[in-house]
């Protein structure tokens, strides 16, 4: 079975610029949550969503959003990039919402900002 | 706010030894859960063990167990028989029992096994 994808893998974007980053949860998973991790540093969380709707919000700036489909796949979405945007974004799916569930993580999307 | 405290930056290990990454954590809840989860340099974050806080008997998999100490707030994860793939850095996490799935993650120990 396919585990969590995420696309692009890189990108490069310029300040100001919008970004639009994807990502795919294991097959039957209804619950994506986001990371943001900057180098050297844990993941912080941005969003999650759990059957289209949002469960949970991290301390990130309005320019930050996100949005689940009705596959369960979703997208985050970076508007006016800063240089300190630039980070590796995990996505992770879970089965179901709540408890001890396992989140599985995607590979991640390296984005750099110049 | 819960934080994770990993006061390793880098640990190192011969490989078949043991080695033991420390984590503290600050909450005011008394239900959570704490995760140990492994990120190797291709990325990846893999779950290693996780452990409910209403449990006492310490979680174990495998090779992998941890020392969970509800009074102390404190969650070691003990690795035996290290091995070269055991190579990652290593991240303490928390989670609310309630609400949503969000996980708190400590900075990390990055693990070296020495052949």
């Known amino acids: 079975d396919a585990g969590v994808t995420q696309s692009p893998t890189h990108l490069i974007k310029t300040r100001g610029q919008h970004v639009t980053l994807r990502c795919s949860p294991i097959?039957?998973?209804?619950?994506v949550s986001w990371y943001q991790q900057v180098l050297g540093q844990g993941p912080q969380f941005i969003f999650q969503?759990?059957?289209?709707?949002?469960?949970g919000r991290g301390n990130f700036p309005d320019r930050f959003s996100a949005r689940q489909f009705p596959n369960y796949s979703s997208e985050l979405n970076v508007n006016a990039l800063l240089l300190g945007d630039s980070a590796l974004y995990l996505c992770?799916?879970?089965?179901?919402?709540?408890?001890?569930?396992?989140?599985?993580f995607g590979p991640g999307t390296r984005l750099t900002v110049l | 706010a819960q934080t994770v405290t990993q006061s390793q930056p880098e640990m190192s290990v011969q490989e078949a030894e043991t080695v033991t990454l420390s984590c503290t954590y600050d909450t005011s809840e008394s239900d959570y859960y704490l995760f140990w989860y492994k990120q190797p340099p291709s990325r990846q974050m893999i779950l290693v063990i996780r452990q409910e806080a209403y449990k006492q008997q310490n979680a174990t998999e495998n090779r992998f167990s941890v020392n969970f100490q509800k009074a102390a707030k404190s969650f070691s994860l003990k690795i035996s028989d290290s091995q070269l793939g055991d190579a990652a850095m290593y991240f303490c996490?928390?989670?609310?029992?309630?609400?949503?799935?969000?996980?708190?993650f400590g900075k990390g120990t990055k693990l070296t096994v020495n052949p």
């Open positions: 969503y759990y059957e289209k709707e949002e469960r």
């Open positions: 992770a799916s879970s089965l179901e919402a709540g408890g001890i569930n396992e989140q599985f």
């Open positions: 996490a928390y989670r609310s029992q309630g609400g949503s799935e969000k996980l708190v």
């Open positions: 097959s039957g998973h209804k619950s």
